[in-house]
T-cell receptor
Framework: AQSVSQHNHHVILSEAASLELGCNYS??????LFWYVQYPGQHLQLLLK??????LVKGIKGFEAEFIKSKFSFNLRKPSVQWSDTAEYFC????????????FGGGTRVLVKP | DAGITQSPRHKVTETGTPVTLRCHQT?????MYWYRQDPGHGLRLIHY???????DKGEVSDGYSVSRSKTEDFLLTLESATSSQTSVYFC???????????FGSGTQLSVL
């Protein structure tokens, strides 16, 4: 079965700092990749997704992610964070050959200090 | 929110009691999912449904059952709740063909 690993459980940084969150998955076949965000007290929302094509995908709120197939990675980045980016971020993978089940990583809590 | 409603929003119950959580959608989507969210584990799939009376197990299905007798409702039942089932439960639906999931607002369940 596929698995998803997020390297950092907690990240604390100051406003205007750059953010990079790591995500690795274990399946070698064709995958769809997602980053979801959960703001405090809210449900999950989609930040961005990758299905095919350009491996650098841009999402909402200035986030982007790069799919590196050789490294089984899909890292999330934002050049300059804001206090409002404080949230929990989840990487998720859907293996196309395995039906419609989405596997999530353990999440990374990001705290942006004003 | 893609027309998803979860009920109840909060529930406190005792060990050994049955509990049913309801997920209701208004847009006739075929795929519905139940996840639980726990610190350090992210979201883990409990069960999912790909149509009326068509369900399948996820990675943490033990202790849970589901039913989908109508397109719009997907019920999650804990036959005999245990403290390890204290969690936040999210329902999700898959809208369209782009694999995107929309999540409900969650149910906070505490089993004492």
């Amino acid at each position: 079965a596929q698995s998803v690993s997020q390297h950092n459980h907690h990240v604390i940084l100051s406003e205007a700092a750059s953010l990079e969150l790591g995500c690795n998955y274990s399946y070698g076949g064709t995958v769809n990749l997602f980053w979801y965000v959960q703001y405090p007290g809210q449900h999950l929302q989609l930040l961005l997704k990758y299905f095919s094509g350009d491996p650098l995908v841009k999402g909402i709120k200035g986030f982007e992610a790069e799919f590196i197939k050789s490294k089984f990675s899909f890292n999330l980045r934002k050049p300059s964070v804001q206090w409002s980016d404080t949230a929990e971020y989840f990487c998720a993978v859907n293996v196309r050959a395995a039906g419609n089940k989405l596997t999530f990583g353990g999440g990374t809590r990001v705290l942006v200090k004003p | 929110d893609a027309g998803i409603t979860q009920s109840p929003r909060h529930k406190v119950t005792e060990t050994g009691t049955p509990v049913t959580l309801r997920c209701h959608q208004t847009e006739n989507h075929r795929y519905m999912y139940w996840y639980r969210q726990d610190p350090g584990h992210g979201l883990r799939l409990i069960h999912y449904s790909y149509g009326v009376k068509d369900t399948d197990k996820g990675e943490v299905s033990d202790g849970y059952s589901v039913s989908r007798s109508k397109t719009e409702d997907f019920l999650l039942t804990l036959e005999s709740a245990t403290s390890s089932q204290t969690s936040v439960y999210f329902c999700a639906i898959k809208a369209g063909t782009n694999e995107k999931l929309f999540f409900g607002s969650g149910t906070q369940l505490s089993v004492l």
